[in-house]
């Protein structure tokens, strides 16, 4: 389960994080409601990223150390987030630099809650899956590769990820159906998180919030990234 959890996890992140350098970009080049509804949808990603910060984090510390970690040090020693390529994009968000550009402060407030949640989202994570610190690509910086392309074709082969000519078409036919599989998941096991290793970063209400509200969450990325309604998305399980 958790293994799914990590795998699948990344690969909505991915989408997302192209949806969201899609919006970047449409927000850059508009201005006025078009403009305030790109950076909404910004603020949905992000706060989607969070939560599959928190789904892919749910894991033990015991499960990372002796199933996760080993996983990426087989795939390279120096393995490293750095190396997502789709990430490089919109890596000025996350670190709430450069926003001003994307129009009038009150616009821009619900995006800088987001980027401020997800700061302690990815602190927390960090904190409770590698208490020591010392990532890696820390901790084997003379294995590291120094060709780009190269180390995203590495961190795509760990996801499970493929890259093909035409693919942008059906990107967000791949979201959903991973949405889906989240949501079942969800549904049926639950988060399963265990409290004690939890640090106070994922203790502050803001970070509780989207992991109790995970589905609506979801939801809300599905609807903007569809462009339809949630009565037009069949997301949530249904009985026969």
């Given at each position: 389960m958790y293994w799914f959890r990590w795998i699948t996890g990344h690969q909505i992140a991915f989408v997302m994080w192209r949806l969201l350098a899609q919006e970047m970009r449409t927000a850059a080049l508009t201005d006025g409601a078009r403009q305030a509804d790109a950076v909404t949808a910004m603020s949905s990603y992000?706060?989607?990223?969070?939560?599959?910060?928190?789904?892919?984090?749910?894991?033990?510390?015991?499960?990372?150390?002796?199933?996760?970690?080993?996983?990426?040090?087989?795939?390279?020693p120096g393995f490293s987030g750095t190396w997502a390529s789709d990430f490089t994009a919109v890596r000025?968000?996350?670190?709430?630099?450069?926003?001003?550009?994307?129009?009038d402060e009150a616009v821009l407030a619900e995006l800088r809650r987001a980027v401020a949640v997800y700061q302690l989202v990815h602190a927390g994570v960090a904190t409770k899956l590698v208490p020591a610190?010392?990532?890696?690509?820390?901790?084997?910086?003379?294995?590291?590769?120094?060709?780009?392309?190269l180390r995203g074709i590495l961190y795509d082969n760990y996801f499970m990820t493929a890259r093909i000519p035409g693919c942008e078409d059906r990107v967000v036919a791949q979201l959903l159906r991973r949405l889906e599989a989240?949501?079942?998941?969800?549904?049926?096991?639950?988060?399963t998180v265990d409290d004690d290793e939890q640090p106070p970063q994922l203790r502050d209400e803001r970070v509780l919030g989207i992991e109790r509200d995970m589905l609506g969450t979801l939801l809300r990325v599905a609807e903007h990234a569809t462009g339809l309604a949630s009565s037009d998305l069949a997301l949530q399980p249904q009985s026969e």
């Amino acid at each position: 389960m958790y293994w799914f959890r990590w795998i699948t996890g990344h690969q909505i992140a991915f989408v997302m994080w192209r949806l969201l350098a899609q919006e970047m970009r449409t927000a850059a080049l508009t201005d006025g409601a078009r403009q305030a509804d790109a950076v909404t949808a910004m603020s949905s990603y992000v706060r989607g990223y969070c939560a599959m910060l928190l789904y892919t984090a749910s894991c033990s510390r015991q499960i990372y150390a002796t199933l996760i970690r080993p996983s990426m040090f087989l795939a390279h020693p120096g393995f490293s987030g750095t190396w997502a390529s789709d990430f490089t994009a919109v890596r000025q968000v996350f670190r709430n630099r450069q926003l001003s550009w994307l129009g009038d402060e009150a616009v821009l407030a619900e995006l800088r809650r987001a980027v401020a949640v997800y700061q302690l989202v990815h602190a927390g994570v960090a904190t409770k899956l590698v208490p020591a610190g010392g990532s890696l690509l820390q901790e084997a910086a003379s294995a590291s590769t120094r060709v780009p392309e190269l180390r995203g074709i590495l961190y795509d082969n760990y996801f499970m990820t493929a890259r093909i000519p035409g693919c942008e078409d059906r990107v967000v036919a791949q979201l959903l159906r991973r949405l889906e599989a989240v949501t079942l998941d969800l549904v049926t096991q639950g988060m399963t998180v265990d409290d004690d290793e939890q640090p106070p970063q994922l203790r502050d209400e803001r970070v509780l919030g989207i992991e109790r509200d995970m589905l609506g969450t979801l939801l809300r990325v599905a609807e903007h990234a569809t462009g339809l309604a949630s009565s037009d998305l069949a997301l949530q399980p249904q009985s026969e």
